[in-house]
């Protein structure tokens, strides 16, 4: 998967659950997750009852196979701690986060926020989803006892700061299609036949040799070799076997080779 592959899956994992709450119990399954991994970060069992905000983070990462990058942990200021040891926490509130990325609040944040750093201790994290115009829409749990969604403007009061999982780090090199192979030659504008020479002919047997594998010498000269290749691509593609390369050849011969 490339980067933004697994930045979508992330997201994608967490818009899922938006809805589950803890008036109904359907937030255990959070608590269950985090509970179930090993090793449990400081041998610590969350109860249903516990602030699960970074849980549901956590739940997530284990859920999408991403916890060696999105560090598990039940707690917003040890998390961070584990960003930081990873090298990989930004203390910057004007930074305009990338979707994956792990957001994380302080509700005490004063009312200078716009230009000062807010240094105090994290009460709430959640994950981005989207950034447009400024604006961060973060998927979180336990916002109001649910899985809610909440927006936040750049450099906003009672942000934190951002955990920047290295997905890049876990992703695959993005493989790129192979350029198709352009002829050098002119498309004939006229039929073509045993016996004929040119540019025209060259194109008939470059274009055999893609399409069909067919290894003729592009000489510009249609002799016997490229007259029974160009046989031999008529019948396989259903067309008139007359050797005769007129428009409905040329078409299959194009499209072949794509």
């Known amino acids: 998967m490339t980067e933004n592959e697994i930045r979508a ?21 959070f608590i269950d997750a985090y509970n ?46 584990l960003y ?31 230009v000062t750093d807010n240094t105090g201790s994290p009460e709430h994290v959640g994950i981005v989803v989207s950034v447009s115009g400024g604006v961060v829409a973060v998927v979180e749990g336990n916002k109001g006892g649910a899985v809610g969604v909440r927006y936040v403007k750049v450099n906003g009061r009672y ?20 350029p198709k192979p352009k002829c050098p030659y002119a498309e004939p504008k006229t039929a073509l036949r045993y016996g004929d020479r040119g540019n025209g002919v ?12 067919e290894k003729l010498a592009v000489d510009g000269v249609f002799g ?21 390369v007129g428009p409905k050849t040329k078409a299959a011969l194009k499209k072949a080779v794509g």
């Open 9 to 29: 899956k992330v997201v994608t994992t967490a818009k899922k659950y938006l809805g589950c709450k803890e008036a109904d119990g359907s937030h255990r399954k």
């Open 36 to 81: 179930g991994f090993k090793p449990l970060p400081r041998n610590h069992r969350m109860t249903y009852s516990a602030a699960w905000c970074a849980t549901f983070v956590s739940a997530v990462a284990i859920e999408c196979g991403l916890t060696e990058i999105i560090p598990v942990e039940c707690g917003c200021s040890l998390m961070i701690g």
């Open 84 to 114: 930081k040891k990873l090298g990989r926490w930004r203390e910057d509130e004007n930074y305009i986060p990338k979707v994956g990325d792990i957001i994380f609040y302080d509700w005490d944040d004063g009312k200078d926020f716009a």
């Open 159 to 178: 942000i934190r700061g951002f955990g920047l999982p290295d997905y890049a780090k876990l992703a695959t090199p993005e493989v790129k299609p192979a």
């Open 202 to 213: 060259s194109w008939v047997q470059w274009h055999l040799n893609k399409a069909a594998g």
């Open 224 to 244: 016997k070799l490229t007259k029974a290749a160009v046989l031999s691509f008529q019948k396989k593609h259903k067309l008139s076997p007359d050797g005769i």
